[in-house]
């Protein structure tokens, strides 16, 4: 007996889910896959060699979890109802506003597979994944009709923008009706491309991660940063925005009623003096449970440490863009 897509629907909307679909298991596109392995084998991973493991696993869901049949996507809301001062303080990544999404959100897909199975009979077998293993999550959000991949890799919902965390459930069951991949919307628009302070965006749809200032404020383990993107950084302190904020799609984005996302005001409160006298005790203190933790205390202050001497034009010998400009540290 095929499950409900209706009742999917209806359930993930009262979970609170702002987009959800489902989509047959099976191999991703031809397409897809190749352009994955080419993305890989060229290194734009950087140091995340994860991406690079399980590749056969993340091109096929059946993989993953034996007699999946079916994948629904689910699409969370984080766009900040206040954001930090930029005169006054560095930017936070929207999405580390709140409380680390992953135990969020891997709650509500439980709470979503069990309100769909509640009047279900027999053993129905299924696995949730957010960011947890290897699932292409916009590919399936794509293929599920939760919106379309922009030339900035992010996944757009139509009429709502980009700032949603993704999630799925894999399940041994087929679905009463499936959803249709969406069209592209982005048109001739390259707003993000240009947006892109290090070139991170060299060509639509196809994100280097080395060159990510989410990638190196967050997920690199230098002790500094490297020098170009230092030089980029603009006001950002951890992760980065700007190919999403450039995004005319934006414009149609609501501010998340996911209580577990709303900062704390110790969060809102940091200012620059705040966060360049921030002790470990403050660190624990303000950022438990939240993403921010992925930096480490280290990562963190290196990147204010860099931000600092960006705002001062005071730079060490090897950010120098040229040996003119600096005083040397
Ligand atoms: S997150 Fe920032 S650095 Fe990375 S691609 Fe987007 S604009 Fe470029
Ligand atoms: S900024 Fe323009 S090109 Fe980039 S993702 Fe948004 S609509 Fe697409």
């Not at 399940?171 to 249709?180: E, G």
């Not at 060509?203 to 997920?219: D, G, H, K, Q, V």
């Not at 409160?269 to 930096?295: C, E, M, N, P, T």
Request: proline share 5%.
């Amino acid at each position: 007996m095929p499950l409900s897509t209706s009742l999917l629907k209806t359930s993930a909307a009262r979970l609170g889910f702002s987009a959800c679909g489902v989509a047959p298991a099976g191999p991703v596109d031809d397409a897809v896959a190749d352009r994955f392995r080419r993305w890989i084998a060229e290194g734009n991973q950087a140091e995340m060699a994860y991406l690079g493991n399980n590749v056969e696993k993340r091109l096929d869901p059946t993989l993953l979890m034996e007699g999946a049949q079916s994948v629904v996507s689910v699409a969370l809301n984080y766009y900040p109802a206040q954001q930090l001062d930029a005169s006054r303080q560095y930017e936070f990544a929207w999405y580390a506003y709140g409380h680390d999404y992953h135990e969020v959100m891997k709650a509500r897909l439980t709470a979503l597979a069990e309100a769909l199975l509640a009047n279900v009979e027999g053993n129905v077998h299924y696995r949730v994944f957010c960011d947890t293993a290897p699932v292409l999550e916009r590919y399936w959000a794509w293929r599920c009709g939760l919106g379309w991949i922009g030339k900035n890799t992010q996944l757009i919902v139509s009429r709502a923008g980009s700032a949603f965390f993704l999630g799925e459930i894999i399940i041994d069951r087929p679905f009463d009706a499936y959803d249709h991949p969406v069209k592209s919307r982005c048109g001739t628009c390259t707003r993000c491309l240009d947006a892109c302070p290090t070139g991170a965006l060299g060509e639509p749809y196809t994100l280097n991660a080395a060159r990510c200032l989410s990638f190196l404020t967050i997920e690199y383990r230098g002790d500094t940063l490297p020098p170009e993107a230092a030089r980029a950084m603009g006001n950002c302190v951890y992760g980065c925005d700007r190919c999403q904020q450039a995004c005319p799609w934006m414009r149609f984005a609501r501010p998340t009623e996911v209580p577990e996302f709303l900062p704390k005001p110790e969060f809102l409160r940091l200012d620059h003096a705040a966060l360049q006298s921030l002790s470990i005790d403050d660190y624990r203190h303000i950022f438990r449970g939240s993403a921010v933790k992925r930096a480490k205390y280290e990562g963190l202050m290196r990147n204010v440490q860099a931000l600092y001497r960006l705002h001062h034009q005071v730079f060490s010998a090897n950010e120098a863009e040229d040996g003119n400009l600096i005083i040397f540290i």
